[in-house]
């Protein structure tokens, strides 16, 4: 079985530009979350999607949002991006069923801000 | 910012020795959950805990669920060049859905 697989894999952009990064789930998934890694303040939940709907969400801007297509690939979109926001982005896929599910990291889009 | 509190930050250890490392909260979680990430890559699932009391082995890993459910702890048994890495634990609890909150990490180099 595919594992998460994450577009692009590296990112360089200017402040002020908006990006797009793209989390295809493993097969059978319908559960897609997003979350952000920085050396300061860590792993970092931006939010859930969960048959095209947010399930849930963490504590960021209205900059960053997401969504889910119908085959559960997922997007988010980050809008007038800030210095602060170069990060490693991470997706994480689960069945989403349940409580617990397990979830299973894809290998991130590194975003550098300039 | 973070909610769980790992330690210790890193850790520089010869190869065959055993490692502990321990996450602790003010608040009750559900699950505990062990990460490793590897340099360019997402965190990979180690072992994951669901009840209180829980003690689970996968491999030369061991962790445990804190009766108090505010804590858990991993250790690995004489350690190889390949356990290095960085180490998060994460808890899950009901009210917060699938979210996982994460520990800072412990950043584990292992001298051969």
């Known amino acids: 079985k595919a594992g998460v697989t994450q577009t692009p894999r590296y990112l360089i952009k200017t402040r002020g530009q908006q990006v797009t990064l793209s989390c295809s789930p493993i097969?059978?998934?319908?559960?897609v979350s997003w979350y952000q890694q920085t050396p300061g303040q860590g792993l970092q939940f931006l939010f859930e999607?969960?048959?095209?709907?947010?399930?849930n969400k963490g504590n960021f801007p209205g900059r960053f949002s997401g969504r889910q297509f119908s085959n559960s690939r997922s997007e988010m979109n980050v809008s007038t991006l800030e210095l602060g926001d170069s990060a490693l982005y991470l997706c994480?896929?689960?069945?989403?069923?349940?409580?617990?599910?397990?979830?299973?990291f894809g290998p991130g889009t590194r975003l550098t801000v300039l | 910012g973070q909610q769980l509190n790992q330690s210790p930050q890193s850790m520089f250890i010869q190869e065959g020795e055993d490692v502990s490392m321990n996450c602790t909260s003010s608040?009750?979680?559900?699950?505990w959950l062990w990460y490793k990430q590897d340099p360019g890559e997402g965190p990979v699932l180690l072992i994951a805990?669901?009840?209180?009391?829980e003690l689970t082995s996968n491999g030369r890993l061991t962790a445990q669920f804190g009766i108090t459910r505010k804590d858990s702890f991993l250790n690995i048994s004489a350690s190889i060049p390949s356990d290095v890495g960085i180490y998060f634990c994460?808890?899950?609890?009901?009210?917060?859905?699938?979210?996982?909150?994460f520990g800072a990490g412990t950043i584990l180099r292992v001298k051969s």
């Open positions: 994480a896929s689960s069945l989403g069923t349940s409580f617990g599910d397990t979830q299973y």
């Open positions: 097969s059978g998934h319908r559960s």
């Open positions: 999607y969960f048959s095209e709907t947010q399930r």
């Open positions: 608040s009750i979680f559900n699950t």
């Open positions: 805990l669901y009840k209180a009391g």
């Open positions: 994460a808890g899950q609890r009901p009210e917060y859905g699938n979210k996982l909150v």
